[in-house]
């Protein structure tokens, strides 16, 4: 299932749509466009840059896993 607009992002409507957890691959996915879409005068190429560690990407996950899940994943 996709989107019917460019800003709401398709992992969004596939999981809330189906009512399943997100898959790795889709909450990274969505943690990059949020950083991209948070910092719009940065390079795209920064989150494969960022450590696995870093503030930012941790923030990004978190704000994807909430956006996904409905909840930050930190259990």
Known sequence: MSSFSPLIPDELVACIGAGRDPTASEVSHLAERVLLDGAA??????WGQLPADSVERRLCVRAAHLALEGDDGAR
């Open 41 to 46: 005068e940065r390079s795209a190429f920064l």
